[in-house]
Each structure stands twice: as C-alpha cells, then as structure tokens.
C-alpha cells in the first residue's frame, strides 16, 4: 500500500485540510490518489467555513463522500464512546481492510482521528490502526503557544508504537511569522529529529486553492520515505 497517514496533535488542528491539500496536489500532478477516513464523528455540528471531513476529502480527491469513510457518527465523540452509545462496536480489522482495498495503484491519503492515541475500541488506539496500515505518517500541528510540548509528545507516541514519522506540518502558517512561530518550527525539527514544513491558511474548500497549497509541501519525498513494517491487526 503506497501513501501516507495523516495524524494531528489534537482534534481541530487541521489535519483534514493537510490531507485535503496533500490529496489535491497529487491529482492536481497527475497521481491517481484516493482519500480515507476510517471513522467520523460530529457530522451533526455546522461547520462555520470548511464542510465535514469526508466532504472536504471527497471534493479533493474527487470521490463520492459515501466512498471516503467507513464509519460515520453524529456527535462529536471520540469513537469509541460514540459507537458505544449507538449499542455499536467498531472492528478495527474491518476499518484496516477497507483503507487497504482502495490501495491496489492508487496512492491513499489517510486521515485518522483526533490525534493516535484516541481510542477505537477498549482495546485499540487509533496508533494501533496506522501501525497496520504502515504508511509514513504526515502530524499536523498549530503554530502557536504549546504546540512544541503536543508535537513532541505526538511524537514520541508514534514512534513508540513502531509509526514512521515523515515530517510534521505546521498550519495555518502565517505570511508573516513572529518570533514564538519561527522559534517553535526550529524547535521542533531540532529536538523532534523530524522535517518540518509549513501550510499557509487556506480562505476555504477551493480546489484550485487546496492544490496550489499542497504542491508547496514536499509530499513526493515523503512517499518515498520507508514505513514501518506492518502490525498485527487485531
């Protein structure tokens, strides 16, 4: 399987719209890339400027939204309290095979949920599911105040559950940034051994936008990067 796994620092850090850029720069190229998300939660919020995940990802790599995600909850929950509630249980091997399946010659942008230590199960993290997947991982962190402890920390986590981390991406990147931005991207790359690139703000789902944006990253050498061997599904 060929692609990469996108992760955040938190939920509401713009990991979406990394994979939506990243997913419309490769098509924009000419890359036969797909899009997908295992689980969404919060459908029933109203967004105020960008649509919910699955719709922005659709629009990105030119799917169906019904085709990007697998398992789709109303509140804004983690997954395993949201299933919990609706008397349902996810099957983290089912969510593997289904991201899996749209491999075959396409590259797969894959956006987890919230960031990888968010549980699934009782049982398994949503690090557990980009371990059996093996794709680089993208981390998409803010640019403010405290993003270097929840970098480092995310971090940290990947790699102790056998994830390769291929770079972190701070967004939104302002054009002109301060002393705390410039210092926090340095700090990062520094103590977290890791590349770091930037994502100016995107104004809104643009298709144009998102692909101009994207091809600013450098997501060809991040395919190339070697991925962890794959996990044990359970």
Do not use: C, Y
């Amino acid at each position: 399987m060929r692609g990469l796994f996108v992760t955040g620092t938190d939920t509401g850090v713009g990991k979406t719209i990394v994979a939506a850029a990243l997913l419309a720069a490769m098509r924009a190229a000419g890359e036969m890339a797909l899009a997908h998300k295992p689980v969404l939660t919060g459908v029933e919020q109203t967004p105020e400027v960008w649509p919910p995940d699955h719709l922005l990802l659709a629009l990105a790599a030119e799917m169906e939204p019904a085709d990007v995600v697998s398992e789709i909850f109303a509140p804004p929950l983690s997954p395993h309290l949201a299933a919990q509630l609706e008397g349902r249980t996810l099957d983290p091997a089912a969510l593997v095979a289904d991201a899996q399946a749209k491999g075959g010659g396409a590259t797969v942008v894959v956006e987890g949920i919230g960031g990888l230590l968010v549980p699934l199960t009782d049982t398994e993290l949503v690090r557990d599911f980009a371990a059996a997947l093996a794709l680089p991982v993208i981390v998409a962190a803010r640019p403010g105040l405290g993003t270097i402890n929840h970098t480092l920390l995310t971090l940290e986590a990947a790699r102790a559950g056998g994830l390769s981390v291929a770079a972190v991406v701070i967004t939104p990147w302002p054009r002109e940034p301060g002393d705390l931005q410039r210092s926090n991207r340095e700090t990062i790359e520094s103590l977290g051994a890791v590349d770091v690139a930037t994502l100016a703000e995107i104004p809104g789902p643009s298709l144009p936008a998102l692909a101009a944006a994207g091809e600013e990253l450098p997501w060809r050498r991040w395919l190339d990067q070697p991925a962890a061997a794959a996990a044990q599904s359970a």
